[in-house]
């Protein structure tokens, strides 16, 4: 896989973001259960049901949508993934960002940054704006996504139920068209 080489300042590290294959499935299914497990009351998905699904699945996923990876000396950093309804033309202006997650290893070191940067790169050529859920007590997360000019919408009571405790999420949007 290749895609775009990213210095981050001062770090001396290079990240290079690229979007996932098919061939990929096995991968995308390990960082997707670890962000799971590392993150449960930030993440909405169930991980067992995503553990049980076949990697045919996890294929047909990368198929249809963009997953971007990040690697930083060739060690595998984070994950995210940018999805758009084009099959409906009334929706088909506003993208999603989902499933962002970067190892502990690699967080504040411009991962996040670089995968950000990316996905609205790509997003820009064939939406409008893009949105995203992010759980409403993720100050770290809700700063990052302000920082790229994201701003809060709206607000689900509740959306998250983990361990008995309730959490919300935050709706965020971002324009992305040359025209905004």
Known sequence: MDGPVRRVA????????????PDDAALLRELRLEALAAHPAYLAADPDYEASWPIERWRAGLAKAHWFLARSDDAVAGICVF????????????GHVGSMYVRDAFKGKGVGD??????????????????????AE??????????????????IPRSILHDGRYYDDLEMIRPVSASD
């Open 114 to 135: 670089a995968l950000l940067q990316a996905l609205l790169e790509h997003a820009v050529t064939c939406v409008e704006q893009v949105a995203l859920t992010v759980t």
């Open 10 to 21: 001062g770090s001396g590290m290079s990240i290079i973001v690229s979007r996932m294959a």
């Open 83 to 94: 999805t758009y309804p084009a099959h409906n033309k009334k929706q088909k202006h506003t």
């Open 138 to 155: 993720n100050a770290r997360a809700i700063r990052f996504y302000e920082r790229f000019g994201f701003r809060e919408y709206g607000r």
